[in-house]
T-cell receptor, first 112, second 113 residues
Framework: KQEVTQIPAALSVPEGENLVLNCSFT??????LQWFRQDPGKGLTSLLL?????REQTSGRLNASLDKSSGRSTLYIAASQPGDSATYLC???????????FGQGTTLQVKP | DAGVIQSPRHEVTEMGQEVTLRCKPI?????LFWYRQTMMRGLELLIY????????DSGMPEDRFSAKMPNASFSTLKIQPSEPRDSAVYFC???????????FGPGTRLLVL
């Protein structure tokens, strides 16, 4: 059974700092991996999607990497801003089931 | 586009009552997903539809839960009878063929007393 784990559960950093969020998954048979952002009381917004054949994707100050063989992904946020404060969720689509399996998320606070 | 629309946004009900959650997917999207989010279990897929047909309902917790999609622009998730452990945020998401990105609605926050 696919399990997705995110570390740390919570992170607080000063504005301007570069940071890395970690995601690991137990079954490397994935179709793709996605990073989402969730603001309090709101739905999820897709940030980046990495196909299983890809190593990384970039969007603005965000860079996501994927190492399928080791079951790991990282989300790198450069020059963090208070507006980046949110919960970041990692999810994989299992090749076997086609379902999106989510991690528990990392709650990020960027202090001005 | 208005995005995925869910109603109600908040629902407070008493144990034993029937609860109906509603979702309108993004126009043109042909896949619809219902998720439940709790502190203990995180975000879990309950059921998903493709072209209005339920494809996988293995995530539906028990027979008290049912979901329908009578047409391409409307879906319901019903809980009857509701129990306090059903308290959670229920999200609906939709996706179009050929895209792997799901677009989430704002969620319905359900509290069963």
């Amino acid at each position: 059974k696919q399990e997705v784990t995110q570390i740390p559960a919570a992170l607080s950093v000063p504005e301007g700092e570069n940071l890395v969020l970690n995601c690991s998954f137990t079954d490397s048979a994935i179709y793709n991996l996605q990073w989402f952002r969730q603001d309090p009381g709101k739905g999820l917004t897709s940030l980046l999607l990495i196909q299983s054949s890809q190593r990384e994707q970039t969007s603005g100050r965000l860079n996501a990497s994927l190492d399928k063989s080791s079951g790991r992904s990282t989300l790198y946020i450069a020059a963090s801003q208070p507006g980046d404060s949110a919960t970041y969720l990692c999810a994989v689509i299992s090749s076997n089931t086609g379902k999106l399996i989510f991690g528990q998320g990392t709650t990020l606070q960027v202090k001005p | 586009d208005a995005g995925v629309i869910q109603s109600p946004r908040h629902e407070v009900t008493e144990m034993g009552q029937e609860v109906t959650l509603r979702c309108k997917p993004i126009s043109g999207h042909n896949s619809l997903f219902w998720y439940r989010q709790t502190m203990m279990r995180g975000l879990e897929l309950l059921i998903y539809f493709n072209n209005n047909v339920p494809i996988d309902d293995s995530g539906m917790p028990e027979d008290r839960f049912s979901a329908k999609m009578p047409n391409a622009s409307f879906s319901t998730l019903k809980i009857q009878p509701s129990e306090p452990r059903d308290s959670a945020v229920y999200f609906c998401a939709s996706r179009t063929t050929g895209s792997e990105t799901q677009y989430f609605g704002p969620g319905t926050r359900l509290l069963v007393l």
